[in-house]
């Protein structure tokens, strides 16, 4: 076998699979593209990108010695990968303030309190339904 990873070279797009795309180098040899090597980021669809019967410039990436399955690629030789999704990070509260749970530690005495009277509260008023 006359190719070297790294190498970069010209195939014609033979086949088209939902894994990867079959790319003819010459007569006798055959390599892949994977579908995670079309691009950078994720392609939900190859046939977006490629059809049957062009004409692509690929890069070598791997040559499976036993095989001789030659991975290809076509995202390492583009010049502006795409950039990564910005995700925004929401807060539950304000991130300014920096209070962590210092809130809920000056404020469980106050709710603790509250919830004891109420229960009291309550327990009294069935007791005197009770006795009425």
Known sequence: ????????????????????AFVSLDDQTQGLIHVSEIQSGYTKNIHQYLNVGETVKVQIIDID???????LS???????????????????????????????AENMPIWTKETYEALQENAAAKIKDGNQ
Do not use: C
């Open 1 to 20: 076998m006359s190719y070297k990873i790294g190498q970069v070279i010209k195939g014609k797009i033979t086949g088209i699979q939902p894994y990867g």
């Open 65 to 71: 010695e036993y095989t001789e399955k030659i991975s």
């Open 74 to 104: 076509l995202r390492t030789l583009m010049t502006h990968p795409a950039p990564p999704s910005l995700h925004r990070k929401r807060y539950f509260t304000n991130r300014n303030k920096h209070i962590g749970f210092r809130s809920l």
